[in-house]
């Protein structure tokens, strides 16, 4: 026996090296006053392994539909076993609940009010637990910084092997952010720009797997795009085009330009795709 | 001897592995011109094991007094051990000293400009050395860039064990910075905003532990609060509030709003908190 | 032979774990969108040991020339064997040429536009590869972001071990980038502003060591500086100076000052640099 924990401790350690999981932060904390680092200071006190990934601390402060997007578009190219922290959460204090989530093998900790929604897909198998063993948490809470005492020290935890079962009850209503649905008719799709990046390309909630026939026409606004192009530079510098865009939606973009600005074009407005006729 | 060496060197490596000693870097230096990036390549050539971690590099630039409330809100976060690299350093080259600072168990490198002063409490047990040992800078040392021939390279050289004498003397007088003293009267406080944050919330100086008695109203400039609330959706959108906030001072905010903009109150305004009256 | 295994196993692990090669991201892809960390999870999803070091995301969206000179700034900073990923390219999905190139043992991978010629000295040994093997590039490259589907990849297998010349044909005619070049004339150099940084101070592109006689003025539209300094605070806050910045080039600042706005200088503009007269 007492052989036996001699050469087990050593192999403990090895793996404690080794287990270092990949821990990702969104937020609307922007870069400035220092909330992030307490948060991986929390997280790195708790875990010494964890491995801190910023995805983005940019999101427009309170934009939750705007980070649930970055959240969806950035999550399934994290390995298996990757936990996301997101925080976007005007709530946060108030009675909205605090989740953790399994889903399609990474796990998402943050506030119940849609931020971590839309990854969790109607066909994926999906667990939701509200958090609330406070043996997860700072001993002290503050009701407004929620990430920092709540979210990064569950998910250094959850990094740490802790089951997800043991964070809290079963969650059979988490909140959903509806994406605005496409409209088909026959003479096309009627979608919307939902996001626009940081240069200034227009994604819209049209998929790439809707444009299942001949494209005729984009138009939004004053703008008439003929068809759909493949790269930026297939048309000349400064003019508009639309392409699929790296999330697989339907972009209205301009070559070396930013067509939010040029195009007078903001989140929220129509876009119209027709169908070529086939008279 | 032969074969005890034999065994001692790969122990020697899984120590170097897991000796993984944590610097953080609070600067002015912005994201855009790779400066930070300097300072990390100089750390990491000096120790391949060291794990950094960015806290702010967007303190506005100069601005001393904001990058020592955000190193003090950021400092007892992270795990002993831990080293902290700040530089706002608008007097680089000229005869400012360099300084090393340890105290409650961290490490804090850089100017001695007050930048680190707030961390050392007068109660704890601090030593501030001079960093004069050429040994630990870069052989050669640009009069404008302190930051990486010097901070980042002694924080490695830290890192790596070295102790914190052997960088040079000790400075018994470093330079601190005075936040704004709170005046106490019959009738309440009188205290004045010191930090607006990314979201546009006000700290001011008046620490938690102060408010001892019955608050009836907190006023700043134009703006006459009734109370402390725990969280901001306790007001409707867009309504202001008064607060404890995450540092344990008494701020001024808007619900889902920008307070200091919405409220026209900059740093270095009066804020005042009367007392209920009990008779 | 299966003792041997048995031995052998443990030893791989531990190898993969001192193998943790640095690398590192310049782009203008911003902070907010997520781009940067879909191009982190591709790596670590090949690499989980490579360690990541954020450059700058924030160089001005196509602005190829300012990549490369902040990416020539931080790359010999670096240790040795580090990779540097840089991804500034408008003509992303184009026929441009991908490449990955070896010089002074760093490994540099992007678009073939100049963002990586300036690290490419004549003097060096240099080797450049077309990236064209379609093994270590993700399944579906999308055509508008190379950055995530061919350099982020590529860059993770090199930095396990994977030979440069396996990714593809060499290349002997990589797009190189001018630095406009100095006039030297009896009365002194003709040079340029170059670059404007965070803090507004302006490089030249004058370097330190053409400046081998005795300086007696710079001039630079209406400003006109007597000699150089080697700090900021030679001179009182507010004035303007000419100093050898971090990066060995003649710099034009302003004391705890915004030189490009206060002195109204931007990239392009001439600077002239006027030798004593010894008569």
Known sequence: MGLCLGYTKPILVLRRLAVSVDITLTTDFGTR????????????GINPSARLIDVTHDIRPFAVLEGALVLKGIARYFPIGTIHVAVVDPGVGSNRRCIAVSAEGRIYVGPDNGLVSLVMSPAAKVEVREIRNPEFMLPEVHPSFH???????????????????????????PVRLAIPAVLRTTEGLQGEVIYSDRFGNLSTNVEANMLDRSVQEIVCGDVRLPGIKRYFQEVPEGTPLALLNSFGLLEIAVNRGDASAILGIRIGDRVAVTWEHLD
Chains 1, 2, 3 share one sequence.
């Open 33 to 44: 006053d220092g909330f992030v680092a307490q948060m991986k200071g929390v997280i790195l």
């Open 147 to 173: 990430g920092r005492d709540i979210f990064a020290a569950v998910a250094a935890h959850l990094s740490l092997g802790t089951p997800i079962h043991l964070v809290g009850p079963l969650v059979d209503d």
